[in-house]
């Protein structure tokens, strides 16, 4: 089987493209007595069918948030993959599932793999902000053919970006088009949204930026609605969030860069390449010293 790596699938991606949304507790059978077991959650579902064994993830339903779904328990094929990575589905947790089937067909499938299987050891503060949205999201979609949705799906995607549970979902549909819905209507709903969000909501969206104590790499999509008020106290966020970043930290090098984006410079360009080509710690700590005595040495005009 040829495997390649998917991108991203944020929550209006998710829900556009499934027929199904269910929240779930996952019940699958006890593993066989000798079995070998390397991964846990995928041997624990291992019922084979046929040699290459795809697993199956047994979900007893607890709500149906999209779709006709009349079982109290489903089957879901889990595929024996590495890249992409396929959803979990462990044993006695709880998930958020986005899914999709054939007519014919008993078996569902998870859309867009992990991406599209919310999955928590209970019903807590994630699912149900991700609940709330979807039901949001399907309030909304009932407007699809009227010339008012992309008005109210704009500010569904900045009430996401405030969210701080969903706000990599909403920044990311506001930046890439493949996140969009199909276009189902008489107008490009991504050049709607660039087109037509209003000063306030840009606003708004800078906001999370600024106000987060702590960023994330989520925060750095959010530096493409940045004012040029703001840019030097965000600028010094990011170097301080470098500086409390141990040089393995994979997000380190999204930091650099989101530094760059702001205020680009050939060396800070040829320290932030240096870095990723680095293999030991020490060069990849004295390339940080470098970048960040560079950085602020450029904020301060010297």
């Known amino acids: 089987m040829l495997a390649y790596p998917i991108q991203p699938a944020s929550l209006p991606y998710l829900y556009f493209t499934s027929d199904y949304i269910v929240i779930a507790r ?10 070998n077991i390397s991964y ?3 041997c624990m579902r291992k019922i084979m069918r046929g040699k290459d064994g795809d697993g199956l993830a047994y979900l007893n339903i607890i709500e149906v948030l999209k779709g006709n779904v009349s079982q109290n328990q489903i089957l879901v094929d889990v595929p024996s993959l590495v890249c992409p990575t396929p959803p979990n589905y462990t044993d006695g947790n709880y998930v958020l599932a986005f899914l999709n089937k054939d007519n014919n067909e008993e078996i569902y499938k998870t859309t867009s793999l992990a991406w599209g299987a919310i999955e928590e050891n209970n019903l807590g503060e ?10 949001q999201l399907s309030r909304i979609s009932r407007l699809r053919k009227n010339k008012i949705f992309g008005e109210y799906y704009l500010e569904f995607l900045v009430q996401c970006c405030e969210d701080k549970i969903v706000k990599w979902d909403g920044i990311y549909s506001m ?8 276009n189902r209507y008489d107008y490009d709903l991504y050049d709607f949204v660039k087109m037509n969000i209003s000063s ?3 606003q708004r969206i800078e906001n999370v930026f600024i106000n987060s104590t702590s960023l994330t790499k989520t925060d750095l999509y959010f530096l493409c609605f940045l004012s040029k008020q703001n840019k030097l106290k965000a600028a010094n966020k990011i170097l301080n969030s470098i500086s409390n970043l141990n040089v393995d930290d994979y997000d380190i090098d999204d930091f650099m860069a989101g530094f760059v984006y702001l205020y680009p410079s050939n060396k800070l360009i040829e320290l932030y390449d240096d870095f990723s080509y680095f293999d030991s710690i020490s060069q990849k700590e004295n390339t940080v010293k470098s970048f960040l005595k560079l950085a602020k040495d450029n904020l301060n005009g010297k």
């Open 26 to 35: 996952i019940d699958n059978p006890e593993v066989e007595e000798g079995m």
């Open 40 to 42: 846990d959650s995928i």
């Open 126 to 135: 994630r699912i149900n902000s991700y609940k709330l949205k979807v039901q």
């Open 175 to 182: 930046i890439y088009q493949k996140d969009q819905p199909k």
């Open 200 to 202: 306030s909501q840009k």
